[in-house]
């Protein structure tokens, strides 16, 4: 019986064991595509900006309340002390009375009021012009998300490659160590030799570890970026290669049009235009109009009581004179307006120097990534001529050195011109404003960038 008791214990010990361990899980491997979409979905600021144009929504419905009229019930009720009445005369022997014991009364009215100029479809339109305006500044806000979420994952992407860059050193410095420690136990080589490649590698082992927690903070980021709480492996996207580039004014024409703070810029000068027709109304008339129903009641009723009426009214309301306030907010309306339309046209040249800076960017960057890769291969071929030799005795430690410097230089060269070109690309696409278009599956927002 012991003996069961004990195996069932075992067993129990194994299955708890089993059960507590944890299982290992593979790691979320995400794309360019998948962390922006992950970006508008959970990023704090993408919802703060969502809330901005909830928030600009309600000013429509409060706008459009002033059209309505406005209902109004009310009512009362007064107890008095006691009833009193006027001194007993020939007409009224009892006297008359002067306060009854309580009152009553309730009613129900309808009031509007309205301007002669219209001011209150003006102050419609401004709210309507206003929301168009905050749903573009919230899509140029996302442009610019997405263009940091690019240029973040680009960064780790970069960060592991010069990590890769710093082991291949590592590697081949641990190689040139060993064929050094080599010569100089058959005396073709001095002990400076094999210091001089302890040094380098020292130093190279430095680098990767520079290299990689660059490259943790940089994947540190990029979760705080899109609202992750870590990221363990991204796959790399192949982007379009070295392709034909349309004119230059191509690309501003299209900027000009999808933009979308330049049309929200547009919409704030549409209401700087409203808010001067709307200062201008204030120098006409108001009209307010009322009806109400209206019941009292008292204990003891008076023979004079009215218990019901039924009224309406027409008011006209027009200021001659308040100071000059309303002159003043005409001059300042129209002053906003001439504001409005500068910024405006300082933005959109603005926008045609930021994609002619982009464009030339992007024509640099093909350009550096085609002469790189030249220089890689002479690098390479280079390195590897100069180890052999240096394997013969035909080449000393310091060609060693010089060939793998120019080797790993060359190396991060490209690998850096490589992502700032695959950057550019959609920094042309932000720049245009289409880059949240494209990412949101528009088909308005294709790229002037020619080839796939």
Same mark, same amino acid.
């Given at each position: ?157 970069? &960060? #592991?490659?010069?990590? =890769?860059? +710093?082991? $291949?050193?590592?590697? %081949?410095?641990? !190689? @040139? ?116 129903? &209206? #019941?009292?009641?008292? =204990?003891? +009723?008076? $023979?004079?009581?009215? %218990?019901?009426? !039924? @009224? ?117 696409? #932000? ?22």
């Amino acid at each position: 019986m012991t003996r069961f008791k004990k195996r069932g214990w075992a067993m129990l010990a194994v299955l708890a064991a089993l059960v507590g361990s944890p299982v290992p899980l593979r790691a979320e491997t995400y794309t360019l595509q998948d962390l922006y979409r992950i970006a508008l979905r959970q990023s704090e600021k993408v919802r703060l900006s969502e809330e901005n144009v909830a928030i600009t929504g309600l000013t429509k419905e409060k706008a459009l309340s002033v059209l309505f009229p406005r209902l109004t019930a009310y009512g009362g009720y007064v107890r008095f002390s006691e009833d009193k009445y006027t001194e007993p005369s020939r007409l009224f022997p009892s006297g008359q009375m002067i306060q009854p014991n309580a009152t009553s009364q309730w009613g129900v009215r309808l009031d509007q009021s309205f301007s002669l100029s219209a001011r209150e479809l003006t102050a419609l339109r401004i709210a309507q012009t206003s929301i168009e305006m905050t749903r573009y500044t919230d899509e140029a806000f996302k442009n610019l998300l997405l263009e940091e979420v690019a240029r973040a994952y680009y960064q780790v992407l970069q &960060a #592991r490659k010069i990590v =890769e860059i +710093a082991q $291949a050193n590592v590697e %081949r410095l641990m !190689l @040139y160590r060993q064929a050094a420690e080599k010569r100089l136990k058959v005396g073709e080589a001095t002990r400076t030799v094999l210091l001089r490649a302890e040094g380098e590698l020292s130093g190279a082992r430095s680098d990767l570890l520079q290299a990689q927690n660059a490259g943790e903070m940089a994947r540190a980021y990029l979760a705080r970026l899109v609202g992750l709480p870590e990221i363990e492996a991204l796959r790399e996207e192949t982007g379009p290669g070295a392709t034909p580039l349309d004119p230059l004014d191509i690309f501003q024409d299209k900027a000009f049009r999808t933009r979308a703070d330049l049309k929200a810029m547009d919409r704030q000068r549409q209401i700087a235009a409203d808010q001067v027709r709307y200062a201008r109304g204030a120098f006409w008339p108001n009209v307010a109009l009322t009806a109400a129903y &209206a #019941r009292a009641d008292q =204990e003891p +009723a008076a $023979a004079t009581l009215n %218990r019901e009426s !039924l @009224y309406g009214g027409v008011s006209l309301n027009f200021p001659f004179f308040e100071g000059g306030l309303r002159t003043a907010e005409l001059q300042e309306a129209r002053r906003r307006e001439t504001q409005a339309e500068l910024s405006y046209q300082d933005l959109k040249k603005t926008i045609a120097i930021e994609v002619r800076g982009v464009y030339l960017d992007l024509a640099t960057q093909r350009g550096v990534v085609a002469f790189l890769v030249d220089q890689l291969v002479f690098a390479r071929d280079n390195y590897q001529a100069v180890s052999r030799q240096f394997s013969f005795g035909l080449a000393n430690s310091v060609d060693v050195m010089d060939a793998n410097t120019l080797l790993v230089s060359s190396e991060r060269k490209l690998a850096e011109a490589t992502y700032s070109y695959h950057l550019s690309l959609l920094r042309m696409d #932000r720049a245009m404003g289409i880059l949240y278009r494209k990412t949101m599956g528009d088909r308005q927002g294709t790229s002037p960038i020619a080839g796939p």
